[in-house]
C-alpha cells in the first residue's frame, strides 16, 4: 500500500529495544487522548487510551504517559518487534467525540 | 478487520466530477465519523452522523456532504472534485453509549482526482 506522510518524523530503533515517541496536543481542556497506529494501506487502528485524571496507563508492551502541564502525550513501546513498524498518531478528544490527530510519527524497525 | 466496510478501495476520476463513498459500521454502532487524510493536512475530522442524524461538523467543504441511512450505512457525497480532493476518506463508527470509546476504523476509500 501507499504510504500516507511522507515527510513524517522518523523514529529508528533496532529490534528489542524501547520506544519512545512523543505528542503534544493543543486543548488544555480535552479530557480523552489515544495513540493509534497506521501500517501502510490500512485505517488507524486504536493501541490504548487515557482519561484526563489519569498519569499513565499501561497495556501489553505499551505505556502511555500523560502530562497535562505541559500539555504532552508519550507511547512507549516495549521490546519493538519489526510488526511495530507503522505510523504512529495521537488524537484529542475535539468535543462530541470527534477526534483531533496529530500529525503523526513514523516507526522503523531494523533487525 | 475492525469491521467496518467501505467501499469502493479506489477511485479515479477527472475534475468537476461527483463521487459517493460509502461505509457500514460495525453491528449495532450507532455513530459514523467521516476523516479525511491528506499528504499534507494529516487525518482531519469531517462529520459525524449519530442514528441517522448529523452530531458534529469538521472542516467539511460545502462542497461535500454526507447522510446516515436508516440501516446506519453512510455515504459521503464529493461534489465538483478539484485536484485537491485527491486524499484517503475514512469511516470509522463508535458504540451508541455515553462517552467517548474507541472509534473503529474501516480500510478507507483512496480517491484520485486527476
Known amino acids: 500500500g501507499e504510504s500516507v506522510g511522507l515527510h513524517l518524523p522518523t523514529l529508528s530503533v533496532q529490534e528489542g529495544d524501547n520506544s519512545i515517541i512523543n505528542c503534544a496536543y493543543s486543548n488544555s481542556a480535552s479530557d480523552y487522548f489515544i495513540w493509534y497506529k497506521q501500517e501502510s494501506g490500512k485505517g488507524p487502528q486504536f493501541i490504548i487510551d487515557i482519561r484526563s485524571n489519569m498519569d499513565k496507563r499501561q497495556g501489553q508492551r505499551v505505556t502511555v504517559l500523560l502530562n497535562k502541564t505541559v500539555k504532552h502525550l508519550s507511547l512507549q513501546i516495549a521490546a519493538t518487534q519489526p510488526g511495530d513498524s507503522a505510523v504512529y498518531f495521537c488524537a484529542e478528544n475535539g468535543g462530541y467525540n470527534k477526534l483531533i490527530f496529530g500529525a503523526g510519527t513514523r516507526l522503523a524497525v531494523h533487525p | 478487520d475492525s469491521g467496518v466496510t467501505q467501499t469502493p478501495k479506489h477511485l479515479i476520476t477527472a475534475t468537476g466530477q461527483r463521487v459517493t463513498l460509502r461505509c457500514s459500521p460495525r453491528?449495532?454502532?450507532?455513530?459514523v465519523y467521516w476523516y479525511q487524510q491528506s499528504l499534507d493536512q494529516g487525518l482531519q475530522f469531517l462529520i459525524q452522523y449519530y442514528n441517522g442524524e448529523e452530531r458534529a461538523k469538521g472542516n467539511i467543504l460545502e462542497r461535500f456532504s454526507a447522510q446516515q441511512f436508516p440501516d446506519l450505512h453512510s455515504e459521503l457525497n464529493l461534489s465538483s472534485l478539484e485536484l485537491g480532493d485527491s486524499a484517503l476518506y475514512f469511516c470509522?463508527?463508535?458504540?451508541?453509549?455515553?462517552?467517548?470509546?474507541?472509534?473503529?476504523f474501516g480500510p478507507g476509500t483512496r480517491l484520485t482526482v486527476l
Open positions: 470509522a463508527s463508535r458504540g451508541g453509549g455515553g462517552g467517548v470509546d474507541e472509534q473503529f
Open positions: 453491528s449495532g454502532d450507532l455513530s
